[in-house]
C-alpha cells in the first residue's frame, strides 16, 4: 500500500510540475505580447500627435491666408461698391413668368397640405364670414 501511494504521489508531482512549466510559458508569451501591444500603441499616439499637429498647422488662418494669396486671384471689396435693395431694378409687370407666378400663389394664399381641412371659421377665418376654406390658386404637387 505504501508503494500505491509513493507511486501517486510521484505522478501527482509530474502533473503539477506539467502545469506550473506550461503556465510560466503562457504567461510569459502573454507578457511579452502585451508588450509589443504596448509599443504599438505608443507608436500610434506618436503618429497621431504628428497628424493632429499637422491639421493644426494646415487648418491655421494664417497657413490658408498665404495660400489664398498664392494661389487665388482675390481682391479686398471696396465699401463703395456694396449695394442695397434700392438699387436693383424694378420687377416688369406683364413678366410671363410661369414659376414666379406659381411661387406667388403658394404665398399669398394658405396651403392646404391635408386632404381633409380642417374649418377655418373657428379661427375668424372665410368660414365664420359665410364662405368656404381658401384653397391656393397653385399647388406644390401638380
Known amino acids: 500500500m505504501l ?65 489664398v494669396q498664392r494661389h487665388l486671384d482675390l481682391k479686398r471689396l471696396d465699401v463703395d461698391s456694396i449695394s442695397d435693395l434700392s438699387d436693383l431694378p424694378e420687377r416688369p409687370q406683364g413678366s410671363d413668368d410661369k414659376i414666379g407666378g406659381m411661387i406667388e400663389a403658394l404665398t399669398d394664399t394658405p396651403l392646404v397640405t391635408s386632404s381633409v381641412s380642417k374649418p377655418v371659421g373657428a379661427q375668424g377665418g372665410p368660414a365664420a364670414a359665410g364662405g368656404s376654406p381658401s384653397v391656393p390658386a397653385a399647388s406644390a404637387l401638380r
Open 3 to 67: 508503494r500505491v501511494a509513493n507511486v501517486v504521489m510521484v505522478v501527482a508531482l509530474l502533473v503539477t510540475a506539467g502545469v506550473v512549466y506550461h503556465l510560466k510559458y503562457a504567461s510569459t508569451s502573454e507578457a511579452e505580447r502585451l508588450a509589443s501591444l504596448r509599443v504599438q500603441i505608443r507608436k500610434e499616439r506618436e503618429v497621431i500627435g504628428r497628424l493632429k499637429a499637422e491639421w493644426a498647422r494646415r487648418t491655421s488662418p494664417i497657413y490658408i491666408q498665404g495660400l
